[in-house]
């Protein structure tokens, strides 16, 4: 009986003692975990103070940036030291298109040496899209250069000697074209291209030294008529205002491809030299000189895209418009020869 009231005795401060123990270990878990959230609270106010104190201090700043403008410009501006150059090392510079982004800070950096910097920019950029221009290119029958294809038709690339003499005129409108359709695609504008062929007319220049133009003052002055080369070259000539008319058809279409504008009569510089002679009378003499380099050999356009696109074809024939032109430059020779009366034939 003694025996088993000890047992019961042991079992139940055994069982005591579990009890206290997982009590005690329950509230050691639950003061940790108190612990923990006390922290992260903390944790969560402290960023909450700096994150406002930071706020504080960026408002702060951007107002004292402001004070600090605002005293600037109170302030007279100074400007960058200018070396000073004598006239020996100080150079007199032009920069075509000074006002864009490279050219101007190379007008600064020339000016900051002590240079003269003259700037010349036609705001070509943006200018043309800014009021949604339309582009008209005065381009030629020289990008065909000496032609391997007859007639010329638009479709055709040339064939242009890049080194000749006459390189920088026909290979500068090569890339003139070149340029203006870049430009139309990048900025989506519109463009016209006039593939313009020999002109002739009225106020042509007594100098200009083209056929048309030597021919006539030669004929009407009894001179020598100077054909270069053998004068089997050919070429195709347009009055004045028909080509005016074809630039206003083609301003006036919506044809962005180049068109020829130019006449397709057709004739080598021999039967042109004959042709003047006849209307102008009296008694020049048809010479051969010695050929140029380079010159086109045949050259008539193909007007079949003027004609379907623009509905534009020439009207005046050669007779009616080298009268007019023999005209012209027999006025202005009278002209001529009265402010020059001592030596007219050594000016022309
Ligand atoms: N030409 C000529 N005698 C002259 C001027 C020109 O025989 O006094 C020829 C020239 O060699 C060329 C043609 O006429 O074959 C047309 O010359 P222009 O300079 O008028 O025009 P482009 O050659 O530019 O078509």
Redesign the pocket.
């Known amino acids: 009986m003694m025996i088993h009231f000890v047992t019961k005795l042991q079992a139940f401060f055994t069982l005591l003692i579990i009890i206290l123990l997982c009590t005690s270990i329950y509230i050691t878990i639950n003061n940790t975990k108190a612990a923990d959230k006390r922290d992260l609270d903390n944790t969560v106010e402290k960023t909450y103070l700096l994150k406002k104190e930071l706020e504080d201090a960026a408002v702060r700043i951007m107002e004292l940036e402001q004070k600090l403008e605002s005293l600037e410009s109170r302030v007279p501006r100074k400007y960058a030291e200018v070396t000073f150059l004598n006239y020996l090392k100080k150079k007199r510079i032009l920069i075509t298109g000074g006002a864009g982004f490279v050219g101007s800070h190379l007008v600064d950096t020339l000016m900051l040496q002590g240079h003269e910097v003259i700037v010349a920019d036609n705001f070509f950029t943006g200018l043309a899209r800014r009021v949604n221009a339309t582009i008209l290119i005065a381009s030629t029958?020289?990008v065909y250069g000496d032609p391997d294809k007859h007639p010329q038709e638009e479709s055709y690339w040339g064939h242009v000697n890049p080194i000749g003499p006459r390189a920088c005129y026909d290979e500068g409108k090569r890339v003139s074209e070149t340029l203006t359709y870049a430009y139309a695609k990048q900025e989506n504008m519109q463009v016209r291209v006039a593939r313009i062929f020999?002109t002739y007319g009225p106020r042509m220049h007594m100098n200009d030294?083209?056929?048309?133009s030597?021919?006539i003052l030669?004929a009407l002055q009894d001179h020598e008529i100077?054909?270069?080369?053998y004068?089997n070259?050919t070429?195709s000539f347009q009055y004045v205002s028909d080509l005016v008319d074809g630039l206003m058809a083609l301003m006036e279409s919506n044809y962005t491809l180049p068109v020829n504008i130019g006449n397709p009569v057709e004739h080598t510089?021999n039967e042109?030299?004959t042709i003047i002679k006849e209307l102008v009378g009296g008694n020049s003499e048809i010479k051969h000189?010695a050929?140029?380099e380079d010159?086109?050999q045949r050259?008539r356009p193909d007007i079949s895209r003027a004609k379907k696109f623009l509905n534009w074809e020439p009207k005046v024939s050669l007779n009616i418009g080298l009268h007019k032109t023999v005209n012209y430059f027999k006025k202005e020779l009278k002209l001529f020869k009265l402010v020059h009366w001592n030596s007219p034939r050594d000016a022309l």
Do not use: H, L, M
Not at 209 to 212: A, H, Q, S
């Open positions: 029958s020289e020999n030294g083209r056929v048309v030597n021919f030669q100077t054909v270069y080369g004068g070259q070429r510089i042109f030299a000189v050929q140029v010159d086109p050259r």
